[in-house]
């Protein structure tokens, strides 16, 4: 599993109750429904996925996230967890208001674009920055949005949540591996989780 | 596209089959059996079949239904006779979806049917005339209630899953909600809590060409007069909503049959018009005309919302107990996507497990009982998962 998602499944208690939103072919909530016991959710808007997903036995919705998310009552899940789709969102403030009602924890997860990669081809090149997390070019990327650790840092004292754990991350050459980096992360954390509160 | 592909290498596709079955008949003999309508019967005859083995524990009954002209014989093929297998051959059998070496499936004809189930077709007990149109107006309620009676006869008392396509979907979801504690997983297909306007309207279309018939004759008809023009006309409008404009498109377009040119008469010229002609033909040597009326009224009374949450959803659903599988097929303008979703949405509102996957398919509603891989995988996976929490818990106890 990628290393980002075994510190995510580290954080998740036993036989807790789970939302991924945008949970792709699964394979967070498969592992976590398999060694964890969870009691899984995924909604995820790409049919062929949700198809792998139900295919492996997982409970998966297709639909929109941000609508998807409306139909569950306050405090419905233990965790409900965004990996790496926060950049991808149209309207993040409102989403993260939600997973925080439907969600007794929220966990969240996106590339840090303050990297000292990305701050340099745009320093030094002049372009638009492409690099292994973000790998799209201007015209075709489906990142709406790019944000910095910082950044999330500043948002959660805006819109008043807690963060309760946080790491920040580099994989490795393979995606399995990686390391946490404590020394400056903002400069040098390819990827940012945080789990937050209320 | 991966669907429609011709998934048996024979021609009469018996080489994957399940084998041979035989239709079996079951007789309902209780006086106190009333139809939802008010009014009793004698006694009811159930056809069924039976595919697979039922396991000791009785763990492992799967339940199947069919749609509007559907039968028992849902897989398989009778001895001695040269017809393709059963209706849903593509998804039951060994080794395949619904796997009968692993389960025990049932399908049986539903009340108001013609297939071997008492219906308008049949003789009334202790006289020589036909029910016709003196049969009660039966109702989905009324279909299940009497499938609950064949699982009394057959004593099973837990049905891993219930599952079927159209007015099929609609039979399983009244299942979920009549007897939560009997069912463990729904997998309703293709289908709706409550006909739109538009599906009545066709059906009404439909009744309507039968009723016109002079040979329907208010419902009194002799096999040697029977109101074939009509039956055939309102199979043809069915087959029109069960494809899709793009379905047709690329299966008929504008092409001719054995023809280069217009030929400037009102002969069946299109591809699609000799297509739905002899679908509508093909169709009146097996269905009887009554029972088309009766059917599709069954199907247009239904309303899961008003029958079991006072017209809410959420309400009707806070019954259920099971875990869902819901899937619907994006070309379906017959039960469009929109309908499996306010399902899927009454399902969560009550914090059932349920999963749901919209199928790109350009088949139209038909898709449901075409060969269609990703259906066939995610039906595989859902139920082996069912399967394996029931003998988990078993282990528990």
Known sequence: MRFDLQIIASWIKPESIVLGLGCGEGELLYYLKNNKRIKETGIEIKDSKVALCIEKGLSVLQGDINSEIEDYADNSFDYCILSQTLQQVYNPESLIKEMLRVGKKVIVSFPNFAHYKIRSQLLLAGKAPVSRELPYQWYDTPNIRVLALEDFKIFSNKMGFEIHKKAAIKPGEKSSEGKIINFLPNLFATYGIYEIGK | ?397
Request: charged share 25%; proline share 3%; with cysteine.
């Open chain 2, 1 to 397: 596209m991966e669907a429609a592909c011709n998934h048996n290498s024979d021609s009469s596709g018996r080489d994957y089959s399940y084998g041979p079955v035989e239709k079996q008949f079951f007789s309902i003999e209780d006086k106190d059996f009333t139809l939802q309508c008010g009014e009793k019967l004698q006694s009811i005859t159930i056809a069924y079949e039976t595919f697979g083995t039922l396991d000791e524990n009785k763990s492992n009954a799967v339940l199947v239904f069919h749609a509007l002209t559907g039968d028992s014989h849902a897989a398989g093929f009778y001895k001695d006779t040269n017809e393709k297998p059963g209706w849903w051959d593509i998804v039951i059998g060994p080794g395949k979806a619904i796997d009968t070496d692993k389960y025990f499936v049932i399908c049986s004809n539903f009340i108001g049917g013609c297939m071997g189930s008492t219906g308008p077709s049949s003789t009334i007990p202790g006289k020589k005339e036909l029910y016709g149109m003196n049969f009660p107006v039966i109702t989905v309620t009324d279909m299940v209630r009497c499938q609950k009676k064949l699982m009394d006869h057959l004593n099973i008392k837990q049905l891993l899953s219930v599952t079927g396509g159209s007015l099929g979907g609609m039979q399983a979801m009244e299942w979920s909600v009549r007897y939560p504690d009997m069912v463990k997983s729904v997998i309703p297909l293709a289908t709706t809590m409550k006909h739109s306007a538009l599906a009545i309207a066709f059906n009404e279309v439909a009744r309507h060409a039968i009723k016109s018939d002079p040979n329907w004759n208010k419902g009194n008809y002799s096999d040697e007069k029977k109101p074939n023009v009509g039956l055939s006309v309102a199979r043809m409008i069915g087959h029109i909503t069960y494809l899709s404009d793009e379905s047709m498109r690329l299966k008929f377009g504008r092409k001719l049959q054995d023809k280069k040119d217009l030929s400037f008469t009102f002969d069946s010229q299109f591809q699609v018009e000799n297509y739905l002609k002899y679908q509508g033909e093909k169709f009146v040597d097996r269905f009887d005309a009554n029972s088309f009326l009766y059917i599709t009224k069954a199907a247009d009374y239904y309303d899961l919302e008003m029958q079991h949450g006072n017209g809410s959803s959420v309400k009707a659903f806070s019954k259920a107990k099971a875990k869902f599988l819901v899937i619907s097929f994006s070309s379906d303008w017959l039960y469009p996507t929109y309908e499996s979703k306010a399902i899927v949405k009454a399902l969560k509102k009550n914090r059932l497990d349920v999963s749901f996957c919209e199928i790109e398919s350009n088949l139209g509603h038909d898709a449901f009982l075409l060969f269609n891989n990703r259906l066939n995988r995610m039906i595989k996976g859902f139920l082996a998962t069912v399967y394996k929490g029931v003998k988990e818990s078993k282990n528990e106890i």
